[in-house]
T-cell receptor, first 115, second 115 residues
Framework: AQSVAQPEDQVNVAEGNPLTVKCTYSVSGNPYLFWYVQYPNRGLQFLLKYITGDNLVKGSYGFEAEFNKSQTSFHLKKPSALVSDSALYFCAVRGPTSGTYKYIFGTGTRLKVLA | EAEVAQSPRYKITEKSQAVAFWCDPI?????LYWYRQILGQGPELLVQ????????DSQLPKDRFSAERLKGVDSTLKIQPAELGDSAMYLC?????????????FGPGTRLTVT
C-alpha cells in the first residue's frame, strides 16, 4: 500500500537560515513525488516534483528537494528562509502506473520562519 | 495563467439540507479530483475522474455524497443531506496526467459550514 509520512508537525527556523521539511514514502515501483504549499485560506500550490532523472529537483520560490531512493525520502530544502515562506507544506506521492495509482498526501508540516 | 475555478467560495447551510459545489478545471486537463480538507490536515481524496468516468470513489460517502462530470469538463459535487461533520474545505484539482506532467493544480476551495 502507498503511504507518505511527514514526521514533523511544525518546523521553526530563523530568517536567513537554511530550512528542511522532511518527507518519507512507501510505494511499489518508482514513485512520483511532489511538494505543495498552502497559504492561509488558500488552495494548495504546486512547488516541485520528482518524476525521473536528476535526484535534486528545483522548484518555485527557491525551493529544492532531493530524492533518495535508498532512504525512501524526498526532503524539501531552501538555503535561506524568508518570513514569507511561513505556510503549511504537504508532500505527496503517486505510484507510476496509470489506472491503478493513488495520489496520497501527507499530513502536512507547518513551517514558521521567525524574523 | 490558467486556473481551476470553484464556486461558491463559502457556503453556510443547515444540517439535513442539500448543498452543491461546482468546479471548472484547467482546459485540456482530463483528470479531475475532489478533496475534503479538515483545517490543518492533509487533503483527503473523495473522487477522481478521468474524462467523464469515475476512476476512484472509494472514500466517497455514497449514501449522501454524489459527484458527476457529465461532459468530461466541469464537475459538480453534491451533499444531501448535509451533516455537522461535513463542515470542511472542499478542494477541486485537475492535472494533465501525461508526459511528465502529473502535478495537480488546485482551485481556491469552497469552505462549507453546516449548522
Amino acid at each position: 500500500a502507498q503511504s507518505v509520512a511527514q514526521p514533523e508537525d511544525q518546523v521553526n527556523v530563523a530568517e536567513g537560515n537554511p530550512l528542511t521539511v522532511k518527507c518519507t514514502y512507501s510505494v511499489s515501483g518508482n514513485p512520483y513525488l511532489f511538494w505543495y504549499v498552502q497559504y492561509p485560506n488558500r488552495g494548495l500550490q504546486f512547488l516541485l516534483k520528482y518524476i525521473t532523472g536528476d535526484n535534486l529537483v528545483k522548484g518555485s520560490y527557491g525551493f529544492e528537494a532531493e530524492f533518495n531512493k535508498s532512504q525512501t525520502s524526498f526532503h524539501l530544502k531552501k538555503p535561506s528562509a524568508l518570513v514569507s515562506d511561513s505556510a503549511l507544506y504537504f508532500c505527496a506521492v503517486r505510484g507510476p502506473t496509470s489506472g491503478t495509482y493513488k495520489y496520497i498526501f501527507g499530513t502536512g508540516t507547518r513551517l514558521k520562519v521567525l524574523a | 495563467e490558467a486556473e481551476v475555478a470553484q464556486s461558491p467560495r463559502y457556503k453556510i447551510t443547515e444540517k439535513s439540507q442539500a448543498v452543491a459545489f461546482w468546479c471548472d478545471p484547467i482546459s485540456g486537463h482530463a483528470t479531475l479530483y475532489w478533496y475534503r480538507q479538515i483545517l490543518g490536515q492533509g487533503p483527503e481524496l473523495l473522487v477522481q475522474f478521468q474524462d467523464e468516468s469515475v476512476v476512484d470513489d472509494s472514500q466517497l460517502p455514497k449514501d449522501r455524497f454524489s459527484a458527476e462530470r457529465l461532459k468530461g469538463v466541469d464537475s459538480t459535487l453534491k451533499i444531501q443531506p448535509a451533516e455537522l461533520g461535513d463542515s470542511a474545505m472542499y478542494l477541486c484539482a485537475s492535472s494533465l496526467e501525461s508526459g511528465i506532467s502529473y502535478e495537480q493544480y488546485f482551485g481556491p476551495g469552497t469552505r462549507l459550514t453546516v449548522t
